[in-house]
């Protein structure tokens, strides 16, 4: 039986699937030991609409996790995507105390940064430092310890709809889990896709689920922007479905199996049988017809994913070209389209910097389950995630003892 200490799981509650993977800490790296998938019913476009639902998929998933890790798992990290994500980037200035930059500077800095106006239905879920700037001297990363008068701080903060995070938390919650953080799903799955390098020339990161496509840019290690579009795997299912008048289970083994974003990938003579609804006889179709339906969806969202890098300003940036990842990216030509559209190198992301059971998670649709277990292992020191919604009480209060620690 393995220390429950030792084990950090990731729960990537999706769209078309939930998906639990346990991971253990050894000597600094970690071995993926256990994993549980089972269908997702009760999300939409990455919000929860049936919590009973959710809450029976992510028990099943667990315990097959649990099964194969041989432990029992209380606690998890979170993956929460879907439309209502909303994102910006901020500015805070503070004068330095004694001169030496401290950690309470960084912290005040930090609080600075993020003292402007959020809306009450809105939950703070990430701020993610982008860089510090002491004295006018910019690009600073870490600032701990150098000398200065004036400490600024540039952070990315990712806000979500409290009820659509607080849903998310209630569910697993209801399932017997607490969940120590909840983390966006992009910023999750880069931590197992993307390599130091890449962050540092500048990457797009495009995750493609089952409802929605997660983007995050890159550049100098640190993310620039996230942003979150509406259409995922499940759209180009529903147009086979309808295009192929098949039923929409067998729609998405025919996108799995045979699919094909690109028609100049596919021989004319290739030909599939697809079963039709109402107990009709199987048709044989040929597979460019399968083709040209699926191109022109994955084109337009490529094109949502070009309008969106455009939006940003950091359409210059990504040096390192895009990563796709999310189980959409497994579909074959995918990567050779968006090489088109983009008009710059793209790779298939998939989980790397793990041990283990690695055989089994190498999809790329494991790619946000994995990065939550690595989230988990490199930021196990902060506090729970607090589902009540009394986190900015709780920030005041730590505030004040801060405070009351370097006036008296």
Not at 145 to 152: A, H, I, W
Not at 161 to 183: C, E, F
Not at 210 to 215: F, K, S
């Amino acid at each position: 039986m393995v220390k429950k200490s030792d084990i950090i799981v990731g729960l990537d509650i999706g769209t078309t699937k939930i998906c639990a993977i346990a991971g253990e800490v050894k000597d600094g790296g970690l071995e993926v030991i256990g994993i549980g998938s089972h269908q997702s019913k009760g999300l939409r476009k990455g919000v929860v609409i049936n919590i009973e639902s959710t809450v029976q998929s992510i028990r099943k998933a667990i315990e097959e996790a649990e099964l194969m890790a041989g432990c029992e798992i209380k606690k998890v990290y979170a993956g929460i995507a879907g439309g209502h994500i909303k994102a910006f980037n901020s500015h805070g200035v503070i004068a330095v105390k004694d001169r030496e930059i401290t950690r309470a500077d960084v912290a005040r800095v930090i609080e600075a940064a993020q003292a402007v106006a959020i809306p009450t239905d809105r939950e703070v879920i990430h701020v993610l430092p982008q860089e510090y700037i002491i004295d006018d001297q910019d690009g600073i990363q870490e600032p701990l310890g150098l000398s200065g008068v004036r400490l600024e701080a540039k952070v990315h903060i990712v806000t979500a709809s409290v009820t659509s995070a607080q849903n998310i938390v209630r569910s697993a919650n209801k399932a017997g889990l607490d969940v120590a953080d909840v983390v966006l799903q992009p910023i999750a799955s880069s931590e197992a896709v993307l390599s130091q390098d890449e962050k540092e020339l500048g990457v797009v990161l495009v995750d493609i689920g089952g409802g929605t496509t997660d983007i995050a840019i890159y550049h100098n290690g640190t993310v620039k922007h996230t942003g979150v579009i509406s259409l995922g795997g499940n759209q180009i299912t529903g147009d086979i479905a309808v295009g192929l008048r098949t039923p929409a289970g067998e729609a998405e083994v025919i996108k799995k199996k045979h699919g094909c974003a690109l028609i100049a990938m596919i021989d004319k003579d290739e030909t599939l049988d697809v079963p039709s609804v109402g107990g009709r006889k199987p048709r044989v179709l040929s597979k460019r017809m399968l083709g040209e339906i699926i191109e022109p969806r994955v084109e337009e969202l490529f094109q949502f994913i070009q309008r969106e890098i455009m939006r940003s300003g950091y359409d210059g940036i990504a040096a390192s070209g895009v990563v796709l990842t999310g189980g959409t990216a497994s579909l074959r030509g995918i990567v050779e389209l968006a090489e088109q559209v983009f008009d710059l190198p793209v790779r298939r992301g998939l989980p790397s910097g793990i041990s283990g059971l690695v055989d089994v998670v190498k999809g790329p649709m494991y790619s946000t389950g994995v990065g939550l277990v690595l989230y988990g292992m490199r930021n196990s020191d902060k506090a729970e995630f607090d589902s009540e919604g009394k986190n900015s009480f709780n920030r005041l209060l730590k505030r004040m003892k801060e405070w009351m620690k370097e006036f008296f």
